[in-house]
């Protein structure tokens, strides 16, 4: 368990001072972590007039968050997406952190191209522009041209940055388990497996391989659109650390006057972007999942297209059906069918309410229901919906809250563009199409088909089954085991209950054998105190070492709250 705090050690102390100057000394004194600061740095915890506590407490995590580094900063970037794990006031924070990294040497971004290749950047490009069009935490992009004539875009992986996120991630493990029962305190559950989620997300991240796949199956998914276009990946010039695609121009979406100059329709070019979106979650259930105006692109022809797809969500079937119905079920004013596509559609939706909670959505309807039309907001309705998720502690596939978070941006877009832009208009025609498919011949023979599957699967194993149980007990080998909760009380009494009446038994046998000793004839050598035999002593005083036994035990209990 120490291993890594060893090697972290420094860092840790490093996080800790970076708390500690943020005002956040609960968090280093009520944990492990206080071992690693110095006592003169300690006297220093109680001073309370430091301007970093004119700020809140939200505000002081995002600046320390800031100042620990990239990886934390993608950490924080994901879980802004989570709000069923955190409060909103700490999601507006995470939601302003920009991980704008300079870029590194084009010398370096060169070497490590050629390492990729395997040959000299010559051999492939017959132009490579030294100027990088772009930067980030974990690469940097430049233009290119290949032999063949045609231009791309390459996606350089920074140098050591593997090295470095690994480094941090073992550092976050270190820090969950030294701060877990704090941070659980504070109304996360599972520390742990949050870093573990984030982990998995980095590792998808740092293999370019991946993001040249989800490109592919998107352009295949999309080939027979005529308004649609994502870019071609060269999966034979890509590898983990450097992927190229083919480079497209066009204007960003937010840019009007420059369609209004190409002759394009700015509303159109909204209604055809807002139309792409909701197909990709209503009827292909995977979606890009970051559409700000910096990754959307319009063609002079008014073709959208959508680039960097580093961050793409998925819905299963069931996942889609469930998370249509929460919508269709606002639109019709029906508290109870939200709710139950609600429990639908949560990983885990354990609710001891569900009148408070339909009341609660009840109210979200009339909230909503009482707006006119151009009123609505989908930031708005998102930010209500993410609130009851995380006041009922629903664990909803975190694919949900990319969406919410993607259809803000997406009306933010609309806004800019059209005039009468209103996202609740765009998807209310596709929840309707997802009932039409829910219930279709298709999707029902479907679903019979897979529960005639399980249920052939079930029997196909149930003689086996019983075979074996069969075997177990005339063999004895059968166990039971039974796990009974919320009797602890009652088998505590019960417990107090025998160990009392054994006591008054063996009491009220020690009176009766005090006196049957009384009666009995004994030898000359008996010894007798004031007439009585010293037998008769001994059990008398035994009783009443029990008889005081007894009655400690009836004090205590009656002075128990």
Known sequence: MFKNTISNLTRIRQVAEVLLRYGFEDVVTTTPLRRLVSQARRLSWQRADRQVFETTRWERVRLIIEELGPTFIKLAQAMSNRADLLPQGLIDEFEKLQSNVPPFDVVVARQIIEEELGRPISEVFSEFDDV?????????????????????????????????????????????????GFLQKQGLANPQDIVDAFERSMSKELDYTAEARSME????????YTTFYVPKPYRELSTERILVIEFVSGCKITDKAQLQEWGLSPAAVAENGMDIYLTQIFEF?????DPHPGNVLVRPDGTVVLIDFGMVGRLSKQQKYAFAGVFIGMARQDARSMALNFRRLALTAEIPDMRAFEADLSQLIEDFAMLDVKEMSMSDLADALQTIIYNYKLQVPGAVFLILRALVILEGIGKVLHPNFNTFEFVRPYGAKIIREQYSRQNLLSEAEYTGTQL??????????VRQIVRKISKGELRVKVELSGYSILLRKADQLVSRTILALLSVGGLLFSGLTLLGRYSPAMPYYRGVPEITWWSLGATGFLLVVLLLLGTRRREKP
């Not at 199956?217 to 027979?224: I, S, W």
């Not at 052939?456 to 089954?465: G, I, W």
């Open 217 to 224: 199956q998107f352009r295949k998914l999309y080939e027979d």
């Open 456 to 465: 052939l699967a079930l029997l196909q194993t149930l003689p086996a089954d």
């Open 285 to 289: 259930g995977i979606f890009h999942a």
């Open 132 to 180: 990088t069009l772009g930067s980030a935490s974990i690469g940097q992009v430049h233009r290119a041209r290949l032999l063949t004539g045609e231009e791309v875009v390459i996606k350089v992986q920074r140098p050591g940055v593997r090295d470095k996120v690994r480094s941090d991630l073992a550092l976050l493990h270190e820090l969950v388990s030294l701060t877990a």
